[in-house]
């Protein structure tokens, strides 16, 4: 049961990543977030209940089996996960179009800060969005 659990902790965080690497989501992008992590944490239980001799094989090609499912979910992920431009992430990878700084930074905020338990959340990437129109608006007047 420990190892479905650590399983679930590195689906959480290969979607964490994804999420915080390319964080314009659009409006449907949390609830794909939350609706995703419950599929494959459902997924890791059965296959756990469902295939206990993997739980037996040797170190080797049960490491393959898991690592080789781990990159699945990944593929999943990033050719399904929404985005606001309507491309998939996979595609803006393969463009060599990587996240950038700024995207980076606003998906920390937006993601990781819900998952640190510090106050703040989805409220402090309005914020740093609300505050980045109205230094541009001072910018343009100037």
């Not at 995207?103 to 609300?130: M, V």
Request: charge should be positive; proline fraction near 4%; aromatic fraction near 16%.
């Amino acid at each position: 049961m420990i190892g479905v659990f650590f399983k679930i902790i590195f689906t959480v965080t290969i979607h964490l990543a994804f999420f915080s690497f390319y964080p314009d989501g659009g409006k449907y992008a949390d609830a794909y977030l939350w609706i995703s992590l419950v599929l494959w944490s459902c997924f890791w239980i059965v296959f756990s209940g469902k295939f206990p001799l993997s739980k037996k094989l040797i170190f080797p090609l049960n490491f393959v089996i898991n690592t080789a499912i781990m990159i699945i979910i990944a593929f999943f992920i990033s050719i399904t996960m929404p985005q606001e431009d309507g491309r998939t992430v996979l595609s803006k990878v393969l463009n060599g179009d990587f996240p950038d700084e700024d995207q980076i930074s606003r998906g920390k905020i937006k993601y990781l800060n819900n998952f640190s338990f510090k106050t703040g959340g989805l409220k402090e990437g309005a914020i740093l969005r609300e505050g980045k129109k109205i230094i541009e608006k001072a910018r343009a007047e100037d």
